[in-house]
């Protein structure tokens, strides 16, 4: 199946059973904006809860907080984005079109030949690297750059477009009472690590976890559900001994590829991606990047923020945040290291490694299927129970099954259509066992038991279901 091919099935599939809706659809949709569906809600929850349980539950010194949405508006003063969160944008004055100069440019260093686009690429990147905007125009004009919508060079000059979202909170909309929508849930635990450190007695080195909602005005949204205008986060703040923070860097690193790897994705889908250019306040960062149907891409990044963050809002809020180390007799900002993943990107990482499309067919008959080849633990649904007939009372006897396992973990009955069709539906929702209630269950006490990825069936007995699942779910 070719990449371009696979984005767009999954794409549908998605649609078609229930897991990711265009936001508002019925109006012609939101652009980069979606809904979870009834399955794809399930399923992003599992991989939330995934994440929470490795980083929180698994460490004794990782805490997880919920901080809100809203801010005080001097936080994203403090942290740097009212002033560096934004991206040179340009406009075309004819087709009324808006690029991120740096996409504009790259799209066209692509249809170069290699040198040039390279040599065009660099002096962009020294342009940019110096925010000299006229340089920049006329980088695009030299290089006769057009909009790919109208097809001319009518350019605007370049602006700076921050990518916040603002809104007004109280009832008088006046400028004091701007607040932004979080582009990012890290600020939510930098300004309550005291709160954190002090209540929860921590010692250094400990880490603070959140997920949670986060919104960027992107401009250039595209990839389905890798660049969205609201996203969730998967963020962890780990504070540490100034001078420590190089080895804690490489341990996070290890142990985030760990985790990815753990989703059972081969390590050759995976790769690290150092940066050279670091931001001002990094010492060393890097991203995951997957092997996504567009190529390789970041799903998380690994940064070490020094003590960046917290001297700025000690500065701007001209409250101390220095922790005392019992053991250096010392007092001092902590060193941080953070681990920030896409909860969505994550979902269409999982989503892209589990969709296959399968030929069963023989020279007789043809056949073939889509299956999402989920891991157990992160399945919407992990059982399905299936009473061959609505007869015979074989549907009492799903049902008690049904009640037996549903505190456990999420069941799916139906009694609807050929055994085949049920399997089928549950494999295209990435269903990993499904059991069938029949005649002979009434006589033994046994169901067939069919597995999603082999397909091959066995029978067992109806008392040892809920736990073969429960052995096959398990995270750790
Ligand atoms: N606190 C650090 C931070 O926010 P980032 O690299 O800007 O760093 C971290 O974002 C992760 O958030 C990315 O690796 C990506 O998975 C996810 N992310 C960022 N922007 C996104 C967007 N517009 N849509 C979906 N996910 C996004």
Redesign the pocket.
């Known amino acids: 199946m070719a990449n371009d091919n696979k984005l767009q099935n999954i794409i549908a599939h998605c649609k078609e059973y229930g897991f990711i809706f265009q936001s508002s659809e019925i109006y012609d949709g939101l652009q980069a904006v979606y809904d979870y569906g009834q399955y794809g809600s399930e399923l992003k929850k599992n991989i939330r809860d995934y994440w929470w349980k490795s980083m929180v539950q698994m460490n004794d010194n990782i805490v997880g907080i919920d901080a809100a949405i809203f801010m005080h508006p001097t936080v994203w003063k403090a942290s740097g984005h009212v002033d560096n969160f934004s991206d040179p944008m340009i406009d075309n004055k004819d087709s009324q079109k808006r690029y991120r100069v740096d996409h504009l440019i790259e799209g066209h260093a692509e249809t170069l030949p290699k040198e040039d686009g390279d040599a065009l690429l660099a002096k962009m990147d020294q342009l940019l690297a110096v925010n000299d905007f006229a340089g920049l125009k006329q980088l695009i004009e030299d290089n006769k750059i057009k909009c790919a919508i109208g097809g001319t060079s009518n350019w605007t000059d370049v602006r700076q477009f921050n990518l916040m979202f603002s809104t007004e909170m109280g009832s008088v909309a006046d400028e004091a009472n701007v607040v932004y929508l979080r582009p ?1 849930t ?1 600020q939510g635990i930098f300004v309550n690590f005291l709160n954190v450190q002090k209540t929860g007695r921590m010692k250094i080195p400990f880490g603070i976890a959140q997920t949670g909602k986060a919104f ?1 005005n ?1 401009i250039v949204a595209r990839g389905f559900i ?3 205008r609201e ?1 969730e ?1 998967m ?1 962890m703040q780990f504070f540490v001994r100034p001078g420590t923070q190089k080895e804690w860097y490489e341990h996070w690193k290890e142990a985030r590829m760990k985790w990815h790897l753990s989703l059972g994705i081969p390590q050759e889908h995976y790769r690290f991606h150092d940066h050279v250019k670091l931001a001002h306040y990094a010492d060393a960062a890097c ?1 995951i990047e997957y092997d996504f149907p567009m190529g390789f891409k ?4 690994i ?1 070490s923020r020094t003590d960046y963050d917290l001297s700025q809002h000690q500065q701007h809020s001209g409250k101390k945040l220095t922790y005392f180390d019992t053991e250096l007799n010392q007092h001092y900002v902590p060193y941080v290291i ?1 681990t ?3 909860l ?2 994550a979902v269409m990482m999982v989503l892209s490694e589990a969709y296959a499309e399968e030929d069963l067919g023989t020279e007789e008959k043809k056949d073939d299927r889509v299956v999402l080849r989920f891991p157990p633990m992160l399945a919407p649904i992990k059982l399905a129970i299936l009473p061959l007939t609505k007869k015979d009372g074989l549907p009492d006897i799903a049902r008690d099954l049904m009640n037996e396992c549903r505190p456990e973990f999420k069941c799916f009955y139906e009694e609807k259509d050929t055994i085949g069709k049920r399997y089928r539906r549950m494999d295209a929702i990435g269903t990993p066992f499904c059991v069938t209630i029949d005649h002979q269950t009434k006589e033994d006490q046994t169901v067939t038991i069919r597995y999603r990825d082999s397909m091959q069936q066995e029978r067992i007995s109806i008392s040892a279901v809920k736990q073969l699942v429960l052995d096959k779910i398990k995270a750790f």
């Open positions: 990012e890290a960027r992107e890798f660049r969205m996203f986060q963020e991203d970041e799903v998380e990044g940064h953070e920030s993943i896409g969505d990107r």
